[in-house]
């Protein structure tokens, strides 16, 4: 049985740091069709900092980091994902739902009503996932240069736990 877990981490501990660097990687080797070179991921990280996320979970499988995913806030309302990443060698096992049920509840507990996120047309896997996910596509939603697809999803409304009385 597998045993994945999701904590909230600092984007500066190292599992998060070497999370993050895979991730650049991977959308770099994906876009050039070729490996990326440690200088090209260390220039996309100053191009795109990972500051001003509302939260930021890091995946576990049997205790090991395996994916990440962070939760910018758009609106009081509205979210954003970013850098959903999940190690190759744990995918195909459910993760990548698990992962994104994670964030949104961060989200919906965050206030959160809807979230949306883009995409870029390459990444033909993660466009499958949001759409298994309950994500429509959406028309432009931002002025991102690497996207070609954007998605929503309204999250189920909080409900209250009953009182006791």
Not at 34 to 41: G, H, I, Y
Not at 136 to 150: C, G, L, M, Q, T
Request: net charge neutral; aromatic share 8%.
């Amino acid at each position: 049985m597998t045993i994945w877990t999701f904590e909230a981490t600092p984007i500066d501990r190292p599992d998060a740091v070497a999370l993050l660097r895979a991730y650049r990687a991977e959308l770099i080797s994906r876009y050039h069709r070729r490996p990326a070179t440690e200088a090209e991921v260390d220039q996309l990280g100053e191009w795109e900092p990972d500051t001003g996320l509302a939260a930021f979970l890091v995946a576990r499988r049997h205790g090991l980091p395996v994916g990440c995913v962070g939760l910018r806030r758009l609106t009081p309302a509205l979210g954003e994902l970013t850098k959903v990443y999940l190690d190759p060698a744990a995918r195909g096992q459910g993760g990548g739902a698990r992962l994104i049920t994670a964030i949104e509840a961060a989200a919906a507990e965050l206030g959160m009503t809807t979230v949306r996120l883009d995409t870029r047309a390459d990444l033909v896997e993660a466009r499958a996932l949001y759409a298994r996910q309950g994500y429509r596509e959406i028309p432009r939603y931002n002025d991102s240069a690497f996207s070609d697809h954007w998605f929503e999803k309204s999250l189920p409304a909080r409900t209250m736990p009953p009182t006791a009385s």
